[in-house]
Each structure stands twice: as structure tokens, then as C-alpha cells.
């Protein structure tokens, strides 16, 4: 009887182990991910920042009023490219986060997941009578030799 009631307590034990390490493997992708987002926003913030200073060239040219055709096709040309290519990066960015937020998600749903199982356990059903005395046996001896 004492040895199936050992048996399942080191199976506990394995299993929060491995929860434990699980979790740990969660927290780590989470950070990775908040990392991301902060790169994401930067570039985004200095894409923005760049548009806007095209737009405030083009601007100018116009005020200059560019005579000739060439200059104007050649100066709208660069700027639709320019244009385009930041679209292009908006667009990946977007889709960079939407894939970071769909893998949070199943950070958080696997996180649920884990505190429900790790709350519906309870370890002390799994141990005896004279096994809980032995641990604060152990317990008291310890405080009475950090006393010394």
C-alpha cells in the first residue's frame, strides 16, 4: 500500500516537473514574442516617418514647380516605387503580427490549460498520515538546527 501511495507520489512529482518545464518553455516564447512586437512597432514607427518625409519632398517639388515633364515622371515614378515597397512592408508587418498574436493565443489557451490541471491537483491526497508527520518532523528538525 505504501509503495503504490510512493509510486503516485513520484508520479506527481514527474508530472509537475514536467508541467513546470513546460511553462517554462511558454514564458520563454512570450518574451520572444513581446521582442517582436517591440522590433515590429519600430519599424512601422520609421516607415511612417520616411513616408512622411517623400511626401514632404514631393511636396517642395511641386511648390517648385518642376518644369519639365521628365523630372516630374521620373521623381513620381521613384515615389510610387518608394510607396509601394513601404506598402509591401506594412503589409508583411501586419501579417507578422497577426501570426505573433494567433501564437500568443495558444500561449494563453496552453496556459489555461496548465493551471487548471496544475489547480485540480492536490498533492496531499496522495500522501499518508504518517508521511505528512515525517515532513514535519523534518520541517522542525531543520528550524531547530538553523537555531544553533
Keep these: 500500500m505504501a509503495r503504490r501511495e510512493e509510486e503516485n507520489t513520484s508520479a506527481s512529482t514527474r508530472r509537475l ?5 513546460k ?4 514564458s520563454q516564447r512570450m518574451k520572444t514574442i513581446e521582442k517582436n512586437e517591440k522590433i515590429l512597432a519600430k519599424t512601422v514607427t520609421r516607415n511612417n516617418k520616411r513616408i512622411k ?3 514632404k519632398e514631393v511636396d517642395k517639388l511641386k511648390e517648385n514647380g518642376v ?3 521628365t523630372e516630374e515622371q521620373s521623381v513620381s515614378s ?3 516605387e518608394t510607396v509601394q ?3 509591401e ?6 501579417d507578422s503580427i497577426e501570426d505573433n498574436e494567433e501564437s500568443l493565443k495558444n500561449i494563453e489557451d496552453k496556459l489555461d490549460e496548465m493551471s487548471y490541471v496544475l489547480d485540480s491537483l492536490n498533492p496531499l491526497q496522495y500522501l499518508t498520515s504518517s508521511e505528512v ?3 514535519i518532523d523534518e520541517k522542525i528538525e531543520e528550524k531547530l538546527e538553523e537555531g544553533d
Aim: aromatic share 4%.
Design 23 to 26: 511553462m517554462k518553455v511558454v
Design 53 to 55: 518625409e517623400i511626401g
Design 89 to 94: 512592408d506594412v503589409d508583411s508587418l501586419k
Design 133 to 135: 508527520s515525517d515532513l
Design 78 to 80: 521613384e515615389f510610387k
Design 67 to 69: 518644369a519639365k515633364d
Design 17 to 21: 516537473r514536467s508541467l513546470n518545464s
Design 85 to 87: 515597397d513601404l506598402n
